[in-house]
């Protein structure tokens, strides 16, 4: 379970148990997603049920991992009238998974008062029309609109979409009760992935880390980078991790790291590590491959 909901887990695991001749392991460890699971759980269970998450379809994981969504709700009809006057004609709808069951009754809301609202198609990593990820967005992507509105906690996944578009974004976030927008963080993120850029500028030696989680694999991807630093007459070492974390790294020897891995982990984390954290595209603007005005965030 995600942490929010752990303090649930008694709970679940004493109705499994009652109502079935299963024994239950909680599994404690942070899970961050549906690409965030033990592979190794057939060494001590038949099954893994995961909670809190949508299946990632493309990830094809084994039929012996269930995944079990938990859906949110809450009284919507207020907040949307509070929102009409900061709204265009043509909205695009988005949230995490626990919130896309609101989306049509926020689209149906916004349809009596004369607004087009279109919950988009996500592609192959997606489950819901309309849910978002950290690592994909391609539900806010699929449809033309002038804004968006994006029901949610946190910022993470609707910056990107800010970042991504362009476009203005409203967040509706049930969690801590508020309606905000995000161009001041918006501008802060940039200028910061800004200066890793710039710090990264004379690195000769880098590590490229590669996560061994089942949903964010990417070999294809470090060995393209391996060799593109190569090609540049830069040197590059692959490290393989589950968990990162800076203090894993004091070992190694580099200048600049590049993350394969989630998302998140150069966006979230960059000040927690003393060397500049990079995603692959960042890499190619250090490299002169691409452009800082065709800058883009780093998608699955």
């Given at each position: 379970m995600p942490e929010g909901l752990k303090i649930y887990a008694q709970g679940v695991k004493s109705k499994i148990e009652s109502e079935t001749n299963a024994f239950c392991i909680i599994c404690a460890d942070p899970?961050?997603?549906a690409c965030d699971y033990d592979t190794d759980f057939k060494q001590y269970a038949d099954v893994l049920i995961q909670f809190g998450h949508s299946n990632i379809p493309s990830m094809n994981a084994s039929s012996d991992v269930l995944?079990?969504?938990v859906f949110f709700d809450f009284e919507v009809n207020d907040i949307i009238e509070?929102?009409?006057p900061e709204l265009g004609s043509k909205i695009g709808l988005v949230s995490a998974v626990q919130y896309v069951n609101l989306l049509p009754k926020i689209q149906d809301i916004l349809k009596a008062h004369g607004k087009e609202a279109i919950i988009g198609k996500g592609d192959s990593r997606v489950v819901f029309n309309g849910q978002i990820l950290?690592?994909?967005i391609s539900s806010a992507l699929s449809a033309d609109v002038d804004q968006y509105i994006y029901i949610g906690s946190g910022n993470f996944h609707p910056i990107s979409i800010s970042i991504e578009t362009g476009?203005?974004?409203i967040v509706l976030d049930p969690q801590m009760n508020e309606v905000r927008e995000l161009t001041d963080l918006k501008d802060k993120i940039l200028?910061?992935?800004y200066g890793a850029i710039a710090r990264a500028q004379t690195a000769e030696h880098y590590l490229i880390l590669a996560s061994s989680k089942p949903g964010q694999i990417r070999m294809d991807k470090t060995i393209e980078m391996k060799k593109l630093l190569e090609s540049k007459g830069k040197t590059a070492d692959v490290i393989m991790m589950e968990r990162f974390d800076p203090e894993y790294l004091l070992p190694f020897k580099a200048d600049a790291y590049v993350s394969t891995?989630?998302?998140r982990i150069a966006i979230d984390d960059y000040l927690r590590y003393d060397k500049p954290i990079l995603t692959p595209i960042e890499l190619e603007i250090v490299l002169g491959i691409r452009d800082w005005e065709d800058y883009h965030l780093d998608f699955f």
């Open positions: 899970c961050f997603g995944f079990v969504e509070k929102i009409l950290g690592c994909n476009k203005n974004l200028r910061q992935r891995a989630c998302s």
